[in-house]
């Protein structure tokens, strides 16, 4: 007993001493209770209701995303225990001159929730559910889709638009458009934004909304984290269906499959819908429309009529009834670490044929284990209505994701990523724009065209809003802290 006792207070007495109580900025190092009398001067660490990480084997967690390609050590971890945490935060890391990145679930592929020697929030900690009604959603930014989903179709409600997975945070999909298979008719998720609750670079707290502070609310919403923190959104629900019935329309070829879609997104006879091009063993292409009808568990939609005047292969249509719940959450949530070098663009309607034709054509795996496939997704850019989710201007448009598994081998991983600047590049020429989750070297005067006359108001509001360049531009969008 004597001996358990006098142990737990030694390591008491260890843990107190090795407790970090501030920052030196002129070491860029942080300040240990044992160490603080020799210190000299430091900034002291506000008081958390959460907790900050220090350690190793945490900085090495946060130093990784989905992608596995850029490794950024952070000098630690913010867990927030509230708003107040990460308002506190902030100001000390602008005191200290300490980048800061926000982080859902790092489910973006290239660094663009990590930062080198800086602070990571991680949003995830804050994740409550503050108010459901008929039509809206109060919720934290760090509540994942799937959580999401789960409550609101408790009570028959549903996001008008789902990402095709459903395991990253609020703040993540609304940092970079959030589109999926519902797109075509409902835009993106930003553009069913009602309100946001963030917090800025000087650590203030404000309400954002088309009516109250509009020039920071059209930048938090799609501005990859440049201007502040998202903490919590008052969101759109519309009725949801319980059931939907699923069909894969097979192609003989990639033009009558494009041609199909455009009509049905003119037509909007599915709910949701998104193509395929699937690489086949021998070499060639198989053509796949996922289409999807949601209904009543009594009323099985009519085959005949929605398919009627399609151009699919007809025999090899394949059809599966599911519930609601089953369809949205079909993706699992976790992942084997693996390298991921995807690259999403968006193409526009009147040049996506000639260029997935050279993808068909240059699209090569490098290695037994590179594996991908190509996802469409339709759009109709005027149903986007925030002004920095940059879609082509056209009647149609079409989200374009390689979406690839790669071999664990430094010189593959940098050929995929030339090949990804290269379609980047081509596609660029064409007219089409970049989603900015990819795995695409850009520089700072690519992310100036990619916003092109939009870029003076991001500019604007990160003047106005992080006056000292708190927040990290995680995929070095701005030139010398511009
Ligand atoms: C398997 C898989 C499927 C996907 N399917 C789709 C899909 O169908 N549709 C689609 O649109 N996307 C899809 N994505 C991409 C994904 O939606 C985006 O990468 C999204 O940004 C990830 O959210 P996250 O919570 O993981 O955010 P993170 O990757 O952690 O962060 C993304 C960006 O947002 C910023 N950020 C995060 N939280 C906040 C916050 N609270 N405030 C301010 N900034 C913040 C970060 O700094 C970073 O710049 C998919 C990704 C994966 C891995």
């Given at each position: 007993?004597?001996?358990?006792?006098?142990?737990?207070?030694?390591?008491?007495?260890?843990?107190?001493?090795?407790?970090?109580v501030?920052?030196?900025?002129?070491?860029?190092?942080?300040?240990?209770?044992?160490?603080?009398?020799?210190?000299?001067?430091?900034?002291?660490?506000?008081?958390?209701?959460?907790?900050?990480?220090?350690?190793?084997?945490?900085?090495?967690?946060?130093?990784?995303?989905?992608?596995?390609?850029?490794?950024?050590?952070?000098?630690?971890?913010?867990?927030?225990?509230?708003?107040?945490?990460?308002?506190?935060?902030?100001?000390?890391?602008?005191?200290?001159?300490?980048?800061?990145?926000?982080?859902?679930?790092?489910?973006?592929?290239?660094?663009?929730?990590?930062?080198?020697?800086?602070?990571?929030?991680?949003?995830?900690?804050?994740?409550?559910?503050?108010a459901?009604?008929?039509?809206?959603?109060?919720?934290?930014?760090?509540?994942?889709?799937?959580?999401?989903?789960?409550?609101?179709?408790?009570?028959?409600?549903?996001?008008?638009?789902?990402?095709?997975?459903?395991?990253?945070?609020?703040?993540?999909?609304?940092?970079?458009?959030?589109?999926?298979?519902m797109?075509?008719?409902?835009?993106?998720?930003?553009?069913h934004?009602?309100?946001?609750?963030?917090?800025?670079?000087?650590?203030?707290?404000?309400?954002?909304?088309?009516?109250?502070?509009?020039?920071?609310?059209?930048?938090?919403?799609?501005?990859?984290?440049?201007?502040?923190?998202?903490?919590?959104?008052?969101?759109?629900?519309?009725?949801?269906?319980?059931?939907?019935?699923?069909?894969?329309?097979?192609?003989?070829?990639?033009?009558?499959?494009?041609?199909?879609?455009?009509?049905?997104?003119?037509?909007?006879?599915?709910?949701?819908?998104?193509?395929?091009?699937?690489p086949?063993?021998?070499?060639?292409?198989?053509?796949?429309?996922?289409?999807?009808?949601?209904?009543?568990?009594?009323?099985?939609?009519?085959?005949?009529?929605?398919l009627?005047?399609?151009?699919?292969?007809?025999?090899?249509?394949?059809?599966?009834?599911?519930?609601?719940?089953?369809?949205?959450?079909r993706?699992?949530?976790?992942?084997?670490?693996?390298?991921r070098?995807?690259?999403?663009?968006?193409?526009?309607?009147?040049?996506?044929?000639?260029?997935?034709?050279?993808?068909?054509?240059?699209?090569?795996?490098?290695?037994?284990?590179?594996?991908?496939?190509?996802?469409?997704?339709?759009?109709?850019?005027?149903?986007?209505?925030?002004?920095?989710?940059?879609?082509?201007?056209?009647?149609?448009?079409?989200?374009?994701?390689?979406?690839r598994?790669?071999?664990?081998?430094?010189?593959?991983?940098?050929?995929?990523?030339?090949?990804?600047?290269?379609?980047?590049?081509?596609?660029?020429?064409?007219?089409?724009?970049?989603?900015?989750?990819?795995?695409?070297?850009?520089?700072?005067?690519?992310?100036?065209?990619?916003?092109?006359?939009?870029?003076?108001?991001?500019?604007?509001?990160?003047?106005?809003?992080?006056?000292?360049?708190?927040?990290?531009?995680?995929?070095?969008?701005?030139?010398?802290?511009?």
């Amino acid at each position: 007993m004597q001996t358990n006792l006098s142990r737990r207070s030694f390591i008491k007495a260890v843990a107190s001493a090795s407790l970090v109580v501030g920052f030196q900025a002129a070491s860029g190092t942080w300040v240990t209770a044992a160490h603080a009398a020799e210190a000299g001067d430091f900034a002291k660490l506000p008081p958390l209701d959460g907790t900050l990480h220090l350690d190793e084997a945490t900085r090495n967690e946060y130093a990784q995303d989905f992608g596995q390609i850029v490794h950024e050590q952070p000098l630690a971890v913010l867990k927030p225990g509230s708003p107040r945490d990460i308002s506190r935060v902030i100001r000390f890391a602008r005191r200290n001159g300490i980048p800061i990145v926000g982080r859902g679930k790092s489910h973006t592929t290239f660094g663009q929730s990590q930062v080198q020697a800086g602070l990571v929030i991680d949003m995830s900690t804050l994740a409550s559910i503050h108010a459901i009604t008929d039509e809206t959603i109060t919720v934290d930014a760090g509540m994942r889709w799937y959580d999401l989903l789960k409550a609101t179709l408790e009570q028959g409600l549903m996001p008008p638009v789902l990402p095709d997975y459903i395991g990253q945070t609020v703040g993540g999909t609304l940092s970079v458009g959030g589109i999926g298979g519902m797109s075509f008719k409902f835009g993106a998720q930003i553009d069913h934004v009602l309100e946001l609750t963030v917090i800025t670079g000087t650590g203030a707290v404000l309400r954002c909304s088309l009516t109250e502070n509009r020039d920071l609310f059209e930048t938090v919403l799609a501005g990859q984290g440049q201007v502040a923190v998202i903490v919590q959104a008052v969101l759109r629900l519309m009725p949801a269906p319980t059931n939907v019935r699923l069909y894969d329309l097979f192609y003989a070829d990639l033009p009558t499959m494009m041609a199909d879609l455009n009509l049905l997104m003119e037509e909007e006879r599915f709910d949701q819908m998104e193509g395929w091009l699937l690489p086949q063993p021998n070499g060639g292409w198989a053509y796949l429309l996922e289409v999807i009808a949601f209904h009543a568990p009594d009323g099985p939609p009519d085959d005949a009529t929605l398919l009627a005047g399609l151009h699919h292969v007809t025999s090899a249509t394949q059809t599966a009834d599911l519930s609601f719940w089953a369809w949205a959450s079909r993706i699992p949530l976790d992942f084997p670490k693996r390298p991921r070098p995807w690259i999403d663009l968006f193409l526009p309607g009147s040049t996506a044929l000639d260029f997935l034709g050279h993808v068909q054509a240059t699209l090569r795996p490098l290695a037994a284990d590179d594996r991908f496939s190509v996802l469409l997704i339709p759009m109709r850019p005027a149903r986007s209505t925030r002004p920095l989710f940059r879609v082509p201007n056209e009647a149609y448009a079409f989200g374009f994701d390689i979406l690839r598994t790669a071999p664990n081998d430094p010189a593959a991983i940098e050929a995929i990523l030339a090949y990804n600047r290269e379609l980047y590049d081509k596609n660029r020429a064409m007219g089409g724009t970049n989603y900015p989750i990819s795995a695409v070297r850009l520089t700072p005067e690519d992310w100036q065209r990619h916003y092109g006359p939009e870029f003076p108001r991001l500019l604007a509001a990160r003047h106005r809003y992080d006056p000292d360049n708190v927040f990290a531009s995680g995929p070095d969008m701005f030139r010398n802290n511009q």
